[in-house]
């Protein structure tokens, strides 16, 4: 029935973020969710953001170079 936001948030329920991000970002197509939810919820939190913002901000192409530079900002790479 397309109720994603209630999967995420059952997967949160569960203890399983990783899948709860994924539901967020290939469905809801939110990469700012995401990105809280894994600064919120996961106790790695630093591998999970860092994964997310190689995977989908600095790895494809972006209309918003806002994305661009909150992620080189969060990764520490102030030269970009």
Do not use: C
């Not at 936001?5 to 059952?10: D, K, P, S």
């Not at 939190?45 to 192409?61: G, S």
């Amino acid at each position: 029935k397309h109720r994603f936001e209630h999967a995420a948030a059952f997967f949160l329920l569960a203890g399983k973020v990783r899948d709860a991000v994924e539901v967020i970002i290939s469905n809801l197509h939110d990469i700012q969710l995401a990105l809280l939810v894994a600064r919120l919820f996961d106790n790695d939190e630093q591998h999970l953001v860092t994964n997310i913002l190689n995977k989908e901000i600095l790895n494809k192409p972006h209309d918003d170079p806002f994305y661009r530079s909150m992620a080189y900002w969060l990764l520490k790479d102030h030269e970009h």
